[in-house]
């Protein structure tokens, strides 16, 4: 019986509208209060196309969609309306790409704290995400030291 009811149970979970998109790795660097902050975090989506809009935190005075240009040799970010995410793919906000800023942070962001951020999706709406402060120039598992952190590049305190 306990073998029969297992796989009902993932067909369920799939199923749900509330677990189209799955958010993993969401990590800040620490920051100082009255900073600016940044926020990584990869997007999967199960369901239907959908498009990140921008994001809310109780933590900034602002969250801006940024991404990462090369203008010249020198590395600039710029706010983008919104991104798009399809079916079966990820978004991927990492060093030297996309990130949400965090304007005028509220209090400081230290090592080990959480905070919780509202991404805002065209379709699914707000979606609430916890988010780790790991140290400064902290990258996503997984990736190389040096990757994205183009010279020039004033992201962190
Ligand atoms: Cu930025």
Redesign the pocket.
Known sequence: MRRLLLPAFCLLAAAAPAGTLVVDHAFARAALAGR?G?VYLEVTDHGAPDRLKGASSEIAEAV?L?E?VSEGGVAR?R?VASAEISQGHRLVLAPGGM?L?LIGLKRALRPGDHFDIILDFAHAGALPVSVEVLKAGALPPGAQPGMGEMPGMK?TP
Request: hydrophobic share 40%; aromatic share 0%.
């Open positions: 600016t940044v801006e940024h990462s970010m706010p990130h800023m992201m």
